[in-house]
């Protein structure tokens, strides 16, 4: 296990409603970088936020949005909600100490749009 | 996108055997690659990272291998257990992006007993 929790597990929503998804990254890290999976592909690169700040972006459009708290914790933000958001969205952390690239993933958070 | 395709290549092997799983990647800048097991239901597990200045790196019962002239990245698995059985992604970081992953389609492994 990598210390990395996501909640919820599983999420139903309805196209046009509004998600919130929560990540806990591994005692250490400052850094948390979010991900979309869409089934039978690799993830793609949302955004990451370093020190409660985003640090790079991915081509997702504006209504994912983030945040980063304090306490390195994470939420991903999505509005306006689409059939095609339908994924796995997986949270990764990394460590100051390391190279930030060596990223240590949550077990993500299944989401259906219905 | 940059991670495209429906379908996951799948690699068969007896267990025992050695596994050979490959990648192909498209930026000459990448500076920066890992592989990463993933099982059904779960997040991406780190298996193994390799920089660009190196051509071979290993760990424990898997090897990396790199060759920048041709853009290809390899993951051999040594002895293959049937708890290998898995989808394996490799990754890569592109200088100057920050901490952005771009992941390959990822090649589904499963051994037989």
């Known amino acids: 296990e990598t210390g990395v929790t996501q909640s919820p597990t599983h999420l139903i929503k309805t196209r046009g409603q509004q998600v919130t998804l929560r990540c806990s990254s591994q005692?250490?890290?400052?850094?948390v970088s979010w991900y979309q999976q869409a089934l039978g592909q690799g993830p793609q690169f949302i955004f990451q936020?370093?020190?409660?700040?985003?640090?790079g972006r991915g081509n997702f459009p504006p209504r994912f949005s983030g945040l980063q708290f304090p306490n390195y914790s994470s939420e991903l933000n999505v509005n306006a909600l689409e059939l095609d958001d339908s994924a796995l969205y997986l949270c990764?952390?990394?460590?100051?100490?390391?190279?930030?690239?060596?990223?240590?993933f949550g077990p993500g958070t299944r989401l259906t749009v219905t | 996108g940059e991670s495209v395709g429906l379908h996951l290549p799948t690699l068969s092997v007896q267990e025992g055997d050695n596994s050979i799983i490959n990648c192909a990647y498209s930026?000459?800048?990448?500076?920066?690659f890992i592989w990463y097991k993933q099982e059904s239901g779960k997040g991406p597990q780190f298996i193994i990272d390799?920089?660009?200045?190196?051509d071979k790196r290993q760990g424990q019962r898997v090897t990396v291998l790199l060759n920048k002239t041709v853009k290809h990245l390899s993951l051999q698995i040594a002895a293959t257990q049937p708890g290998d059985s898995a989808v394996y992604f490799c990754?890569?970081?592109?200088?100057?992006?920050?901490?952005?992953?771009?992941f390959g389609q990822g090649t589904e492994l499963s051994v037989k007993p």
């Open positions: 990764a952390s990394s460590s100051p100490s390391r190279s930030s690239y060596e990223q240590y």
């Open positions: 005692s250490g890290h400052n850094t």
């Open positions: 936020y370093y020190r409660e700040e985003e640090n």
């Open positions: 930026n000459s800048a990448s500076d920066y």
């Open positions: 390799i920089r660009s200045n190196m």
């Open positions: 990754a890569e970081n592109i200088k100057n992006q920050g901490g952005k992953l771009i």
